[in-house]
């Protein structure tokens, strides 16, 4: 039985992002990492699979479950799209709103690293699908929960980055209707209203 | 110098999905891939780096040269994802229209395979990135950039999904455009619409 040891993952993933952040991803070792937090080397593994996974680990499996639990509370006529961000919404509140320092920094070290770039799309296409799964068990049809599920990863990826750069204090809430907002007003935007089209 | 191989590139793709499908992307060698195709394994390596490439190389160089050409070429006031729009049926004119059969079969092929799904969302998101320069290019801001490149993305992703499963004859440029018109359906549907929205 592991000693009860308060906050580990917590304190296991702060010593990371500053290990990562002063001498980069490759060059930490797992070793670094738990004598920074604290902790031992077996703690370490108590919670994470490897070391990449303490940049993933338990806020995507929290992330995705408070999404899709969100999705399959929201009323039943409200349409696809909004249900996907009520849930981003629902989420943010949840894992992220707290840890905006640590979210800003995980991503930088993230974009630097090919590897982590890689995982991460794993991630968030295995997101994808379990949003889109949550709309078909609301009765949305295929191809339009697939539609809603990466329309709304656009309004995720655009909100994420907007909070994790603004020094506006605004919350990932309000980020993520106004990326909503955004992508309608780029979507809904047509050559007619422009003056130079070819074709009018 | 090697020899002129009329279509080497084509010959050897249609022999590795053939393979690929008889026997599985694992099981399936550069020799025989090779040999299926009636050339040597040295004209494999003329053309692909590895077992992999056969199925991302030359097509997504193409796919990535004709959509921001064309981007590029679009009337300066043509709206953002618009023209993202008309540099993707650019390409499915130019790449993958006359290659139905090939796209379908690949599709089965990549998505049956971690390791191929993981390198087509890596040149997804490098299309991605390489349509949101083009966009700024135009003088299109950052933010709306990325927004625009990523949602057109997705209209590319819906296009490809119905035009590879859909036995109508349609062209990929029509499904591109019915995309469109799905994503901005999507998009606009909003809350008041619906008669459920406990907020109303």
Known sequence: MPRWEPDAVGRLQAAALDLFAEQGFERTTIEEISRRAGLSKRSFFNHFGDKREVLFGPVSEMQRETVTREIAACPGTLPPLEAVVRGLQAAADAVFEARRDAAARRRDIVEANPELRER????????TDAIAAALRARGVDPDTALLSAHAGMVVHRTAMRRWTRSTDGRSLRD??????????ATAAQTAGQGDADEAS
Chains 1, 2 share one sequence.
């Open 175 to 184: 980020h993520l209707s106004d990326a909503l907002n955004a992508l309608r």
């Open 120 to 127: 991460e799309l794993r991630k968030q296409a295995a997101l």
